[in-house]
């Protein structure tokens, strides 16, 4: 079988790094075309900047790398650097990147893309505010029946929120474009906080990675001991959840998740629940399924595939 054709959108952020990684280490499976910055962990001038850092501690210089949307659809900026430090990348130390950027607009090239690709070859990786995806489809509405699938992180149910009492970072960052993005039609998979709050970077998994001895292990392992300083103080949990490796992984193994077909509906109006991702979980509503809700992780098998993988690189 051949790989999945990615488009991986992104705003490193140490998880969307790690989720990057483990893309560009499973070739077999992900063939990635390119990466498409976003805004929101950090600003976008930074989540550029930390793509192609990423990209070149892969070795992979030529994926290409374009800037996207520098602001939501309607709204301010919402930022994380509480979270992912001021670079988004705090913990290892690494060069600035020197592979220059893509010329033109990421959201272009996700358009292009898609209309030159077979319909259903090309499957789109979320890992940030769905900004640049979902103008994309406002501007280009025929490339929706042209998408493989949507696999993105983002929402809650069980957990709730992690930026609000109500929503998730990546929803509540553009809640209008995460509503034109579940309604517009192409299959979506969702790996929400219930899943990766169950990927928790322990003390025996993180030296995992320190133990591989190369430059990707340990800067993984140097990432993982920068952020979940933040989450385990936050959680009280025995280690920092890895949400953004969750989407890429599923396209490698998505036999480690379990979850419904359900409706998916994005709060927008409520300043009390903006950004909620409204999850029939239990079908009591007789609104149309429109998404794949992952519930559930394999952790253990998630961190093996992990760790094999980044030895790869």
């Not at 990147?97 to 893309?113: K, L, Q, R, S, Y």
């Not at 149910?157 to 474009?177: H, L, Q, S």
């Not at 989407?247 to 509906?265: C, M």
């Not at 409204?278 to 509503?285: H, K, L, M, N, S």
Request: glycine content about 8%; aromatic content about 6%; hydrophobic content about 45%.
């Amino acid at each position: 079988m051949p790989p999945a054709q990615i488009i991986i959108d992104t705003d490193p952020g140490q998880d969307d790094a790690v989720a990057i990684l483990l893309a560009l280490a499973s070739p077999d499976e992900i063939e990635v075309l390119g990466i498409t910055c976003v805004a929101g962990n950090v600003p976008l001038d930074l989540t550029t900047r930390n793509a192609r850092i990423v990209c070149e501690l892969a070795g992979r210089r030529d994926v290409p790398v374009y800037a996207g949307c520098d602001r939501p659809l309607g709204r301010e900026l919402v930022t994380a650097e509480h979270v992912h430090g001021k670079t988004g990348l705090d913990g290892p130390t690494l060069p600035e990147p020197t592979m220059p950027m893509a010329e033109g607009h990421a959201v272009d090239f996700i358009i292009d893309t898609l209309r030159s690709a077979e319909p259903g070859s090309v499957t789109l990786c979320p890992l940030g505010p769905l900004t640049n995806i979902a103008t994309a489809l406002q501007k280009a509405p025929d490339i929706a029946g042209r998408i493989a699938q949507i696999v993105l992180m983002g929402g809650a149910y069980f957990e709730v929120g992690n930026i609000t009492p109500a929503a998730e970072f990546n929803i509540y960052v553009d809640p209008e474009a995460a509503d034109v993005v579940f309604s517009c039609g192409a299959p979506i998979v969702v790996m929400p906080l219930d899943v990766t709050h169950k990927a928790l970077v322990t003390r025996e998994r993180n030296d995992a990675f320190r133990a591989l001895g190369t430059p990707v292990g340990v800067a993984v392992a140097q990432m993982t001991d920068f952020f979940e300083r933040f989450d385990k103080e936050k959680y009280g949990s025995a280690g920092a959840p890895l949400h953004d490796p969750c989407v890429t992984a599923y396209l490698v193994n998505p036999d480690l998740f379990k979850g419904r077909h359900i409706n998916v509906e994005i709060e927008t109006t409520s300043e009390l629940t903006m950004g909620m991702t409204v999850a029939d979980w239990w079908g009591v509503t007789e609104r149309a399924p429109n998404a794949t809700f992952m519930g559930d992780i394999d952790a253990d098998g998630f961190f093996a595939l992990l760790t094999e993988r980044l030895a790869r690189l």
